[in-house]
């Protein structure tokens, strides 16, 4: 056991974790947040995203360890029934959302572009999402409702 | 009629709880004391288990149970033939499950499943379905076959011979579309547990929970009212979840075991796991007047069903049905067939057999339209079906049949592009 120290959604927490212990592990399991889902384990469906200090990442393929000291955020962090992300209403207002399994990190890839880029152009709406597969294959509604939250945002 | 439903925009019930991570699939549900259990399943296409000996697993600490196709009380499920073992003696596809291991962690069943030994006799395979169907080809089920021809699906229309006297262009050619898995995103999981009454619960995304209950209840040699399936979200399913996949072994260890069972596959292990879209391979001969009115048809339809029948019967015969596609053709003979071989089991996948001869009906149209110089367009317009044409298989149409305003629509595209060549 290896004791590492994070932020999970503004809560800081002490978790001792296997040297082989990946992020999505140690958040699924040791804190009980299972909005985060693993879809291939390898890196390519981005189901399992999560922002880690600012950058959203596979947390498949990052190990607990690495997050030691780091600052993240997984669906459980972003907005309420009583307030959401305008990203998640724009996904349920839209219909961007089919069987849900890759919602939570289309969620968060969004949210993070635009914590960044509150203008973001349909060419960096499309790369920002490119990092998640939706086998319902419900695209163009995803990247509406993206769009559509990128605007409201503005106001 | 009016309805306040038809045409409005309805927000979906369960969106909220998705965009929050809040909607629970099948991995997201544990119960207290819960084991994990871990499939072993066949490296080889075609063989017969020899032995199976758990010993030096059972003795790594933390291993609860090593089952067995003996423990199975009766071995077999599937949608329409019970031809698919629960946990197989006698293999016929890559992936067929042998043995099934419970521990305390998923991390020990795993290194446990490392450790059963299975003795195998390999037997010879076939993986070409036109090879499977020849008659000295050694048939896969045959209790269930005397060949490995598991259907065959035959139209027939018109007179062929006419058709063919009639025909300025006749195009001849072959077209094959290969295996395709649903890879829907979320991985098969399963939770089953014995609960208070002493009923079996079995909680899991499933497209066909009915069913589920009641292939598990024959396996296990319950009574239908001892078996309940719970479906949670379903993770995508595209055809992928009408088949068992781990339901019934997970109910067994549960059973074996009085310890609630989690079952969760990899990706890796998801692919082994459920039915593929089936490979066919479709020769076509089709021919037309020279001014582009199809006259006759004859095609043959070979779908590689794989090692179980699982629904490819139905799935042959909605490829036979649309042979022809959206076109009338007066002269007509199709016949499909489903074949055993020792590929992946086919089932089950959006279009449901309808989808691949699109690929051959649909290249011959702009091949015959090359060939007799019209527009691609044109040579649909001039055939496609209206009210009242008649169909390959006699049917009528009387209902909807908008393709001609289909068309209309995509007009303005095609020409932008050019040449659909």
Known sequence: MIEIKLVVNNKPYTLGVEPSERLIDALRNRLGLLGTKEGCGEGECGACTVIMDGKTVNSCLVLAVQANGSVITSIEGVGNRRSPHPVQKAFVEVGAVQCGFCTPGMVLSAKNLLDKNSKPSNEEIGIAMSGNLCRCTGYDKILRAVKIAAEEGKE | ?421
Request: proline fraction near 5%; include cysteine; charge should be neutral.
């Open chain 2, 1 to 421: 009629m009016k309805t306040s439903v038809v045409g409005s925009r309805v927000v979906r019930e369960d969106a909220w709880g998705k965009v929050f991570g809040q909607t629970k699939f099948p991995a997201d549900v544990n119960l207290q004391g819960q084991i994990y259990a871990v499939v072993i399943r066949s490296p080889h296409p075609h063989a017969r288990v020899l032995g199976i000996n758990s010993e030096q697993a059972m003795s790594l600490a933390g291993v609860v149970a090593v089952l067995t196709a003996k423990d199975v009380p009766n071995n077999s499920h599937g949608v329409l033939f019970r031809d698919q073992p629960v946990l197989a003696e006698y293999i016929r596809m890559v992936g067929d499950p042998v043995a099934v291991v419970g521990a305390e962690t998923e991390e020990i069943a795993r290194a446990a499943a490392k450790l059963v030994e299975v003795e195998y006799e390999v037997l010879p395979a076939v993986f070409d379905p036109e090879e499977a169907m020849m008659p000295d080809a050694l048939p896969l089920h045959p209790t269930l076959r005397p060949t490995n021809v598991l259907y065959h699906m035959p139209i027939r229309r018109g007179n062929l011979q006419e058709g063919w006297a009639q025909a300025d262009v006749v195009i001849e050619k072959e077209y094959s579309t290969q295996h395709v898995d649903h890879a829907f995103l979320q991985p098969e999981a399963v939770l089953a547990h014995v609960d208070e009454r002493g009923h079996m619960v079995v909680e899991t995304a499933t497209q066909y929970a009915h069913y589920d209950r009641g292939e598990i209840a024959h396996a296990l040699g319950l009574r239908f009212s001892q078996v309940q399936v719970k479906t949670l979200a379903v993770g995508g399913a595209f055809g992928g979840r009408e088949d068992i996949s781990l339901q019934i072994m997970a109910a067994l260890m549960a059973w074996n075991t009085l310890r609630p069972v989690k079952m969760e596959n990899t990706r890796e292990e998801s692919f082994y796991s459920h039915s593929k879209r089936h490979p066919m391979r479709m020769h076509y001969k089709t021919g037309a007047t020279k001014d582009g009115k199809l006259v006759a048809l004859e095609a043959k339809i070979i779908g590689d069903a794989g090692a179980y029948s699982s629904w490819s019967i139905n799935v042959l015969r909605k490829s036979a049905v649309h042979a022809s596609g959206p076109y009338v053709i007066p002269n007509v003979s199709i016949d499909s067939y489903a074949v055993f071989t020792n590929n992946p089991y086919s089932g089950a996948m959006r279009g449901f057999g309808a989808a691949q001869t699109v690929l051959a009906y649909e290249s011959q149209m702009d091949l015959l339209a090359k060939e007799i110089g019209i527009s691609p367009l044109e040579i649909r317009l001039r055939n496609l079906f209206k009210v009242g044409s008649t169909t390959a298989t006699g049917q009528v149409l009387t209902g909807s049949v908008p393709l001609d305003q289909c068309l209309a629509k995509i007009a303005p595209y095609l020409q932008r592009g050019g040449d659909s060549q």
